[in-house]
Structure formats: C-alpha cells, structure tokens
C-alpha cells in the first residue's frame, strides 16, 4: 500500500497538471535561499568588520586579504547552514502549494468521490509555519546526534520520517475530515504513516531530489489517506467532501 502510494505520487510529480506548481516552488525556494544568504553574509560582515579594525589598528597591508579570507570563510559555512534549511524552506514555501497538488491527484486519480476542500489560507500559513518550526528542531536535535557513531544516520530518519508522515498525512486527512478527527485517524493508523514517513526521510535524503520533498509527500498521502479510508470502516464514511465543517464523532 505504501508502495503503491509512492509510486502514484512519483508519477503525478511529472504530470502535465503539476508542472506550474513544480516550477513555482523550485523557483520560490531557490530565490529565498539566496537571498538569504546575501542578508546573512552582509550581516556578518557587518558584524565582523569592527573586530577585524579593532584587533589590526592603522590598517595594515595584509588587512585586506584577511577581511577576504574571513569573507570566504563566512560564505561558505553560511552555504552550509543553508542546505541544513533547505528542507524546512522548501516545506514552508511549498506550504502554500500543497492544496494544488492534492486537487490534482484527487481530480486524476479519483474523479469518481467527492473532492477535498482546500485548508483556509490562515490554517494553511499557521500549518507551513509550525511545520517548519518542528522540522527546524528536529533537525537540530538530528545535528547534535552526529557526534554519537552509530547513531547519526537513524536519527535522521527516525526524526524525519515522524515529522514528515504526521504532518503531510494529517493534511491530506483535513481535506475530508475535522481537524481532531484527521488527529485520530493518523493516530488509528500510526505505524502505517510511520513507515510512509520513513520513505519520505529517504526521499529527503537524496540532494537536489529532495527539492521536491513536500510536493510528492503531499500527493504521496493523499493517495495513502484515500487506501486507509477505504479499508477502515470505521473512518470511511467520513471521509467527504465539507467535512471538515462537521463536528468529530470519534
């Protein structure tokens, strides 16, 4: 099941229907990232300037390289702390797309059952920007984790593939259900979100592939969603379209 979800997704990534939506996050992320790291450059440029005059009065000769080297330096350890963003910032900007994305494999792949209804654009920012704070210190806790040996590799997935599975999954479940409600089916079904979670960390994992981590999650659990609701009796006639306004009977 799991698989198939994947394998559903992976193809709806290169659909005619997606291709705007693609182009628009990749397009958005990248212009973010860049410029925040001129912002954070010329901060600490800013910032590194006084002390460099300070330690070196009268401004001597060589002054100028080591600005140069310092300014080198800086550059490349703020590239660094930016790819350890680059999920996070593509998770908030695609944040904003994700509605698209499961209107289209609803539309593609179940035209036949009533379609979901769009998160409202203050719940959808409130969403991208707790997400993004979850996956920011979970990545954290991950970074810290890279000095225990043995350790460094699972704690990546394990905290990642948590994060990734609740949260995509219990967007996709808000389309058709309450909130509270969508809680308690991911929650019914927690060991199998997991495991879809995991593969969403592995898919993270791969650079420049990854880039397109929050489009196929999105899709990804919308199709797991729409198995699981079909297996589970018990959640399966709620899960409709203008549900989301219904009060939770579980």
Do not use: C, Q
């Amino acid at each position: 099941m799991i698989f198939d979800a994947a394998r559903l997704a992976f193809a709806n990534l290169f659909a005619t229907e997606t291709r705007t939506v693609f182009w628009k996050v990749i397009g958005l992320t990248l212009l973010a990232l860049v410029a925040l790291w001129f912002a954070l450059r010329e901060v600490f440029v800013w910032l590194a300037l006084p002390w460099i005059d300070a330690l070196m009065p009268g401004t001597p000769d060589w002054a100028g390289w080591l600005t140069f080297v310092v300014g080198l330096f800086a550059s490349l350890g703020l590239a660094l702390a930016l790819a350890l963003l680059l999920a996070p910032v593509t998770a908030l900007i695609a944040g904003f797309f994700l509605d698209d994305v499961a209107e289209v494999v609803e539309k593609r792949d179940y035209p036949a059952e009533a379609p979901g209804t769009p998160l409202p654009l203050v719940e959808a920012i409130t969403g991208s920007a707790k997400f993004l704070g979850v996956v920011v210190l979970g990545n954290i806790v991950a970074l810290f984790l890279l000095l225990v040996p043995g350790v460094n590799i699972v704690a990546f997935f394990l905290v990642n593939g948590y994060l990734l599975g609740r949260e995509f999954f219990e967007f996709a479940a808000m389309r058709h259900r309450p909130p509270a409600e969508a809680r308690l089916f991911r929650a019914k079904h927690r060991s199998t979100v997991f495991l879809a979670g995991l593969l969403l960390a592995a898919f993270l994992a791969v650079p420049l592939l990854n880039l397109l981590t929050p489009l196929f999650a999105a899709g990804m659990m919308v199709h797991l969603h729409k198995m699981l609701s079909t297996r589970d009796p018990d959640f399966a006639g709620t899960a409709t379209a203008g549900a989301r306004g219904l009060k939770s009977t579980a």
